[in-house]
């Protein structure tokens, strides 16, 4: 199994409040995604990032921004956390881009109350 | 129209039973297919890159029509431990190795 680490793996918090989630490999692969994946819905992605200080927008950006200032730390931050953000976020890693699979962590549950 | 679409399932198999999967796309610029297992409450997992020649793993088969832009998994003797959720991936065309999941066809194999 690939080296990824989530934390925390489960959460519970109130509507208006930060929350940061932590992504850690120890894979040193250049490539790191954060997605959710909802009921209904395939993972959707909502911010990559192809190198350190290198990050971009997915499909489902808006109300998450991301930081990455090492290569083996990729933080998914929920600036003021709603309801509808109530998921299970799933962060992967790539070793090469185009047409390399990605390896997925553990997952974090939460929930925005 | 969603970009990969997949029948939810579920299928319901007894043990030995052949099942196939099938996945549709609608970038026909993509280049990259994969087959997901996704197990209840855990992270995706690779099963299987999906080749344009077909290949085989065992007992799983993945197909590619790129004219049909449709992808196959093909499920021999299946097992109790194959009861999951198969996701479909296709890789979006340019840009950063961007995947796009299928929301997964539910396989539930009973004795």
């Known amino acids: 199994d690939a080296g990824i680490t989530q934390s925390p793996r489960h959460k519970v918090t109130e509507t208006g409040t930060p929350v940061t989630l932590r992504c850690h490999q120890t894979?040193?692969?250049?490539?790191m995604y954060w997605y959710r994946q909802d009921p209904g819905h395939g993972l959707r992605l909502i911010h990559y990032s192809y190198g350190v200080k290198d990050t971009d927008k997915g499909e489902v950006s808006d109300g998450y921004s991301v930081s990455r200032s090492k290569t083996e730390d990729f933080l998914l931050t929920l600036e003021s956390a709603t309801s509808s953000q109530t998921s299970v976020y799933f962060c992967?890693?790539?070793?090469?881009?185009?047409?390399?699979?990605?390896?997925f962590g553990p997952g974090t549950r939460l929930t925005v109350t | 129209r969603k970009e990969v679409e997949q029948d939810p399932g579920p299928f319901n198999v007894p043990e030995g039973a052949t099942v196939a999967f099938n996945c549709t796309y609608s970038n026909s610029a993509s280049q990259s297919f994969f087959w997901y297992r996704q197990d209840c409450r855990k992270e995706p997992k690779l099963l299987m890159s999906?080749?344009?020649s077909g290949n085989e793993d065992g007992r799983f088969t993945a197909q590619l029509n790129r004219a049909s832009q449709y992808i196959s998994l093909l499920i021999r003797d299946s097992k109790l431990s194959d009861s999951a959720t198969y996701l479909c991936v296709v890789n979006k065309s340019g840009g950063y190795n961007k995947l796009i999941f299928g929301a997964g066809t539910r396989l539930a194999v009973h004795p």
């Open positions: 992967a890693i790539s070793e090469r881009t185009v047409g390399a699979e990605q390896y």
């Open positions: 999906v080749y344009s």
């Open positions: 894979e040193n692969h250049r490539y």
